[in-house]
């Protein structure tokens, strides 16, 4: 059985930081691309950064760029969010989620597994 299970979220003044993690199970993140995804309230689940395992690239939304940065250690399948500079505009629940495929796709309905989420709330 797969299961993702994220954990990190928190209350964070702007300007500062969170790390999010992501304990896999049930697969291994050398096979399969892992992601995370984002949801405010009344929004969208919009896509943050994406580790293909296909190529090795790790891919990032614009409005995260050079802010969040994205690693695995592929030894306890677990895959980590580094958020820095943290604004009100990043509060949302944030999401692992992988797609029964080796590479990054588009739209959160092309990922076939997901975690239970985390909230980060970030105060101005």
């Known amino acids: 059985e797969v299961q993702l299970v994220e954990s990190g979220g928190g209350l964070v003044q702007a300007g500062g930081s969170l790390r999010l993690s992501c304990a896999a199970s049930g697969f291994t993140l050398d096979d399969y691309a892992i992601a995370w995804f984002r949801q405010a309230p009344g929004k969208e689940r919009e896509g943050v950064s994406c580790i293909s395992s296909s190529d090795g690239k790790t891919y990032y939304a614009d409005s995260v760029k050079g802010r969040f940065t994205m690693s695995s250690d592929n030894a306890k399948n677990t895959v980590y969010l580094q958020m820095n500079s943290l604004k009100p505009e990043d509060t949302a629940v944030y999401y692992c989620?992988?797609?029964?495929?080796?590479?990054?796709?588009?739209?959160?309905?092309?990922?076939?597994?997901w975690g239970q989420g985390t909230q980060v709330t970030v105060s101005s």
């Open positions: 989620a992988a797609p029964d495929a080796s590479r990054c796709l588009n739209g959160s309905t092309s990922y076939d597994y």
